[in-house]
């Protein structure tokens, strides 16, 4: 194709935007109307909209041409010479506006390209075309001409470079037809009103470098004031510590790729963090986290240690004993619990001695006579030690001279006694496993629990459950566990929900050196039993053994002061039964199974710490406002008291009927298969936005249509591989059922290939299922099969029941599974 620069390319009128010599007055512009052939002027009004409109691109589009900032010739080419042509403006900064207009109404068989130059795509497999244009109303032109068009056709073609420019108009690739959503009449040019239509259309998948773009008309009045092209990318954002880097969106309008973050310094990762880059530009389904390295506290989503300690001076000196104090560090970044002291003869620093102390003093004892020791010492807060401060030196007094004021001790006492001393440390270190021991010289017998927890050997590595029921005191356990909090660092905002134990409010959190967290507090109210009060603190002690993503986070307890609280993380959307309903249809299957994702995880690093949970519910997962969904409550035996979905079984016991698996009904087997049965039951929850599983059926009716063999429909819109899912989760023999790891695998691989939930449970198999599954239960109570089915929000089935001679409870009741 051959074409030239548009007439008027290069050529620019004077600033003054609309002013000045370049306005026509609205008689002059119907004339300009009048006389099609003469160039449209009435695109000068239109500039001026198009420059207010000139507004910053998202920061997830990345602009690959904008018209508008174009400082020099845009290069476009048009064909035939007399078709498009530039209007050629500048803005009051002198900065050219690249307007194409054409307006050839009143000739027959128009055909008229206008040719961009070469644009790379920069990697992007999908781009997206922001057209920003005015288009005449062929009634409104006189004589309503039978020739004039109100459309115009965009088109591309793919190149690695320039060669392609003079390729035919028959290759170029139709991307659109594009019509105005208002066109504009001479009544507008009168009033000076400007419709400016805006159309985005979007290409890809894209294999070449390059493409062009061609605007084709065909007999319309066009003026085409702006052409952005751009592509979109998920900005690089900072999520649980990762960074996750600036990624640009998949070719597929509905892929979403899978991106792994990296740790930022100072952390280490935990579960690898990975986030899903959406067609959108959207971040989504975050997985896994890191964590700030010991002595490493998380700020502003960067990990600084508390400073170390520098100021160490030497106190009494003795033949066998050194006594230090120091300061606290600069920057303790936090309340600091403690301090390790780590000390050796020097040179021998693979036998080596650790004290803890809570003061900034101590005294090592059983010391060799005349030997120099290194000391190192380093500060703990709640966010872990610091870095240990540069080495000391000192050194003990020599035998004799200590011996100068006191009576002689043989020498060979001291070589025993430092015999006895190194043994004892050797046997400690043999004890404990580890290459350190603890000195009990000075030791606060809590610490002795940094490797014993009430019996149970805590080995490096291996976390597991403490049932706080095996601590004699619940006191000792809570504190164990959690932290206790200065009720003058929480303000107590607002009431937002009820609890069993009393109010729980949102509120703030400010800790020393920590900065300010909204945070949820649970309150106990006045005049508690101790039994409360024990139940109450409980699942503090069961919350602050858990460190995920997927659980709510335990900022500490107060106990000290009235009233008692637990402070945890806020979760700004509550819980999630309550958040779906209010949000009926509103996301995504995606957005969907990122929940679930979530809640799954969490349960498979509950299974792994042998917790389980009992009353996994929709309406215990918490949801913050980037749709993490977290587990929450646990309780001791309150759990089950505290749930108003628990009932009573003949057993005695309190179990959320609809929630439990058939033999944690039957004979309270508790596992974490009965957990998976219950997450099966989140799931349907989920998917059908906070619908009651088996609606208003009984607990007598549900139990016993469960034991034969009867599970929940699908919910609406239910990808197969959802429902599937589920009814694995309710596999009567709880070893069938898949276990949590398996879960979060087959939801991780649903998410990698969205294309995997685009296959729907069809409406007849779900009408089926609700007549195998639903038909007979219950259905005494209503007195029409369409009551019945309103009753179980299936009521647009009505007429298929109908039609299909179902038409009354009796013939509803007769139906079989088969
Ligand atoms: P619970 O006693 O844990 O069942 O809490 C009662 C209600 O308080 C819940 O249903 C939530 O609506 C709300 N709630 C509890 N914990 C939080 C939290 N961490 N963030 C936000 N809301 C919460």
Sequence with gaps: MRGSRPRGAGRRRPPGGCGGDTLRTPASLAGCYSAPRRAPLWTCLLLCAALRTLLAS???????????????????IAFPKNGWEEIGEVDENYAPIHTYQVCKVMEQNQNNWLLTSWISNEGASRIFIELKFTLRDCNSLPGGLGTCKETFNMYYFESDDENGRNIKENQYIKIDTIAADESFTELDLGDRVMKLNTEVRDVGPLSKKGFYLAFQDVGACIALVSVRVYYKKCPSVIRHLAVFPDTITGADSSQLLEVSGSCVNHSVTDEPPKMHCSAEGEWLVPIGKCMCKEGYEEKNGTCQAPSPVTNVKKGKIAKNSISLSWQEPDRPNGIILEYEIKYFEKDQETSYTIIKSKETTITAEGLKPASVYVFQIRARTAAGYGVFSRRFEFETIPVFAASSDQSQIPIIAVSVTVGVILLAVVIGFLLSGRRCGYSKAKQDPEEEKMHFHNGHIKLPGVRTYIDPHTYEDP??????????????CITIERVIGAGEFGEVCSGRLKLPGKRELPVAIKTLKVGYTEKQRRDFLGEASIMGQFDHPNIIHLEGVVTKSKPVMIVTEYMENG??????????????VIQLVGMLRGIAAGMKYLSDMGYVHRDLAARNILINSNLVCKVSDFGLSRVLEDDPEAAYTTRGGKIPIRWTAPEAIAFRKFTSASDVWSYGIVMWEVVSYGERPYWEMTNQDVIKAVEEGYRLPSPMDCPVALYQLMLDCWQKDRNSRPKFDEIVNMLDKLIRNPSSLKTLVNASSRVSNLLAEHGPLGSGAYRSVGEWLEAIKMGRYTEIFMENGYSSMDAVAQVTLE
């Design 58 to 76: 998202p920061s997830n589009e990345v602009n690959l041409l904008d018209s508008r900032t174009v400082m020099g010739d845009l290069g476009w």
């Design 475 to 488: 006191n000792q356990a809570v504190h164990e566990f959690a932290k206790e909090i200065e009720a003058s």
């Design 575 to 588: 819980s999630l039964d309550t958040f779906l309903k209010k949000n009926d249809g509103q996301f995504t």
